[in-house]
């Protein structure tokens, strides 16, 4: 059986938090509140057409409605149809200003009035090309108006009334308009700002990564290294005991090798999602009892203590479970106490292991940030142990792709104690059997 592993983690590249996007804003962006401006927009109009029409007459009141109708309802199926664009409904009230100086004739008041709306309208949400685009064919419409229009209602505007309800009503739409595009372009910038912000926070961990990588890969190998130079040179010199006590050296610094390295590479296949489980029946004693031996060999600082009895099957992948384990048992080994205990238990559907140790356990305000890559309750200058912050949330993440999670609890009186569940056999039979 095999499951895919979840999600990636992906870090930005080396300068992105330098560069800053020079595209204008996209309209899933301005979209809604440019929306929701015409709407108002309209509605003003609306009340404007009402209390121009008592003076104008109701010809020109139910023509001017019409218009609004038609304009009303163009805006409503631009903005439920999926791509929908801007330059579009610029045009679009270019198009219906266009029409009313044709029933008009050269309305000097509209003309003064809806030329700075529509330049700020075209400027403001469209990129400066469309924009022009937009005022050449306004100065067309607006100059055939001038020179062809047939003007059946120029009789109609030149009532004081028509024209300050005119006027102000552009004046109004004109503010509306600037205040909607400012505000969203202040949201944008927000945005801007926070994705420079974790850019650069990206860049430091990284940075921060490459540093820890760096002295805690050259380390082993010096031992090694130098061991092995050691043993080359004076083998004819050393007694067996100096030759054993060089070798175990060289093979525990390996094993420590062995481990960062394997941490490293599991990286990029959780980034790109091809890190598979192959899950399998398994009883997972045995392999605790050989992973604790390895980890702890009789002899050592600190001792650790097994209590699971054999014959549970989960369905796990015994080679992730060993890595979790080792990465457990070694933060165990290097930040607990004398005395380490695994045990194993069954609890709703599930197979808990847990790892406990006496030691100084983990402050409240680190108990969640030590399951974040590259993150240590100790930093920088600070550190006193080896390891580069990947262990527990590879760990968790392992987990939880083999149907489990992995979780932190402060151990009684004092101490850590790490918990991960896998799967029951039993629960894992009947889930496939439900979705069979």
Do not use: C
């Not at 983690?9 to 020079?22: E, I, N, R």
């Not at 610029?90 to 709306?117: K, Q, R």
């Not at 890595?323 to 070694?330: F, M, T, Y």
């Not at 949330?393 to 932190?408: F, K």
């Amino acid at each position: 059986m095999i499951l895919p592993s979840i999600g990636p983690y992906l870090l930005p590249k080396h300068g992105a938090m330098d560069q800053t996007p020079q595209a204008p804003p996209a309209y899933d962006d301005i979209g809604p509140a440019f929306d929701r401006t015409r709407t108002v927009n309209l509605i003003l109009a609306a009340i404007a057409i009402f209390v121009i029409g008592f003076e104008v007459g109701w010809e020109a009141f139910a023509l001017a409605l019409v218009t609004l109708v038609i304009g009303g309802s163009i805006n409503e199926y631009r903005r439920r149809r999926p791509g929908r664009s801007t330059s579009i409904a610029v045009g679009i009230d270019v198009t219906i200003i266009g029409m009313v100086l044709f029933l008009t004739g050269t309305w000097p008041t509209l003309l003064l009035a809806a030329t700075p709306y529509m330049l700020v309208m075209a400027f403001l949400l469209l990129p400066p090309g469309r924009a022009l685009v937009i005022v050449v064919y306004m100065g067309a419409l607006f100059a055939a108006a001038h020179y062809f229009a047939p003007a059946p209602l120029s009789g109609a505007i030149e009532g004081a009334l028509v024209n300050a309800v005119t006027a102000v009503l552009f004046l109004v739409l004109t503010v509306i308009a600037v205040a909607a595009a400012s505000g969203t372009l202040h949201k944008i910038r927000g945005v801007e700002r926070k994705m420079l912000e974790s850019a650069r926070q990206a860049n430091l961990v990284k940075d921060q990564f490459v540093s820890m990588v760096s002295h805690e890969l050259r380390t082993p190998l010096t031992s090694i290294a130098g061991f092995a130079e050691t043993l080359r040179t004076g083998w004819a010199d050393l007694d067996s005991s100096e030759i054993n006590e060089f070798l175990e050296i060289i093979n525990t610094q390996a094993d420590h090798l062995h481990d960062l390295v394997e941490d490293i590479l599991i990286l990029p296949r959780l980034e790109a999602g091809k890190l598979t489980i192959v899950a399998e029946f398994m009883d997972p004693a045995p392999l605790t009892h050989r992973i604790v031996s390895l980890v702890f060999p009789s002899g050592g600082e600190s001792d650790a203590r097994v209590a699971m009895a054999g014959g549970t099957t989960v369905l796990a992948d015994p080679r992730r479970v060993d890595q979790v384990l080792r990465n457990l048992l070694g933060n165990a080994r290097k930040y607990g106490g004398e005395e380490i205990l695994v045990d194993g238990q069954e609890i709703d559907n599930a197979y808990v292991i847990t790892v406990t140790d006496n030691g100084a356990g983990i402050p409240p305000e680190d108990q969640e940030r030590i399951f974040d890559h590259f993150e240590q309750v100790s930093k920088g200058d600070d550190r006193t142990n080896s390891g580069v912050g990947l262990g527990l949330p590879i760990a968790r993440q392992l987990v939880r792709a083999m149907g489990g999670d992995l979780t932190y609890s402060d151990a009684f009186p004092h101490g850590a104690r790490f918990s991960f569940t896998l799967p029951l056999a039993t629960a894992a039979g009947a889930a496939q059997e439900q979705t069979a």
